[in-house]
């Protein structure tokens, strides 16, 4: 008699971005990873077929790395950049990659070659999922994520839930407008991702360099600005730059006001924010928390927690291996 997939002691995660592919095989019962693969070229623009091919030998990687049958899997999730059909299993759209990148279904060709069934998910998404099952989220049921980095995504889990909407688009939080005019992101002016990205907080040290104001940035990063960082920002405001706190504080004021209102809508018991802004750590977080507290209705926002992300890189697999959990198994 075959064995209950839902039973079965593994389960595969698989980041695919712009650049490379990662897997790891996850062991259900203790929640380590047993295996990985090497960071393997994705090649997304040499179109889906061949991408799909690397996400597979990322797989069968991981698989020889974990020592284990492929009869073991309860199966495999993917996170992948781009809005996401989870039910269909195909990628609607994938803006970092080309335009054939429409409508294209993933699931069934890779459980085609890999013989065991796949789920797929938006990145940020999973990202999100991965953060409340395995790592900052875990004490509770209502969570939102933002992840600040080259852009600026999201998700949302409702009761345990991830929450995906009509068209798999939901958790665009990067999208939402904090500051009308302002910076201007992929969609419009003055979103969450065109002022709090990593270029956004690079710009605000860079025009405070360029006023002549007085900040150790300059020095640290040899007055050239294609060298700034926010680490060497953070660095800057640990010594007790004010510029460069300021800059912090500039840019979690604006991060602030999208947490207060997602604390209005959502009703969270935790607010997660990763990606490589959110490594300033209190230097981003406090003026979030005073921001947050300030807009969000005061009986919700102060039973909501804002706290940084625990899971770095690995989020997108972690969560990938977590969307199979739920699929499959129904855990939550």
């Known amino acids: ?10 389960v595969i995660g698989i980041d695919l ?32 077929d061949i991408t799909i091919g690397q996400v597979a ?38 803006p970092n990659f080309r335009d054939q990148w429409r409508g294209v279904p993933i699931a069934k060709p890779l459980a085609d070659k890999l013989g065991v069934p796949v789920w797929i998910g938006n990145d940020a998404n999973l990202a999100t999922l991965g953060e409340y099952r395995f790592g900052a989220g875990r004490p509770v049921r209502h969570m939102v994520m933002l992840t600040l980095g080259t852009g ?26 904090i500051n009308p005019g302002g910076r ?33 940035i300059a020095q640290m990063c040899d007055y050239d600005r294609f060298a700034l960082t926010p680490k060497i920002i953070a660095e800057a405001a640990e010594a007790g730059d004010a510029a460069a706190i300021e800059v912090f504080e500039e840019t979690g004021y604006l991060i602030g006001v999208a947490a207060g ?32 507290a300030a807009t969000g209705l005061r009986i919700l926002s102060r039973n909501c927690q804002i706290v940084g992300a625990q899971l770095g890189d690995n989020a997108g697999i972690f969560g990938a291996a977590a969307l199979v959990l739920q699929k499959v198994a129904g855990e939550s």
């Open 57 to 94: 030998e990322a797989a069968f990687q991981a698989i020889a790395a974990a020592k284990i049958s492929k009869d073991d899997l309860i199966g495999v999730g993917v996170a992948v950049p781009g809005v996401v059909k989870s039910s269909e299993g195909l990628v609607s759209y994938a």
């Open 184 to 216: 201007g992101g992929n969609a419009a002016f003055g979103t969450l991702e065109g002022e709090a990205q990593i270029s956004a907080v690079v710009e605000r040290a860079t025009r405070i360099i360029q006023s002549g104001r007085r900040t150790i």
């Open 17 to 48: 971005g712009g650049t490379n592919v990662r897997a790891a095989v996850l062991e259900r019962a203790t929640e380590n990873v047993i295996g990985r693969s090497d960071n393997i070229p994705s090649l997304a623009m040499d179109g889906p």
């Open 1 to 10: 008699m075959a064995t209950d997939p839902a039973m079965k002691p593994f």
């Open 152 to 177: 600026v995504g999201g998700g949302v889990i409702i009761d345990g839930k991830l929450l995906e909407g009509a068209d798999g688009g939901a958790g665009e939080l990067g999208h939402m407008i």
């Open 261 to 292: 209102s997602l604390i209005n809508i959502f009703n969270p018991q935790m607010i997660v924010i990763g990606g490589g802004v959110a490594q300033a750590g209190n230097l981003i977080l406090d003026p979030i928390r005073r921001t947050a």
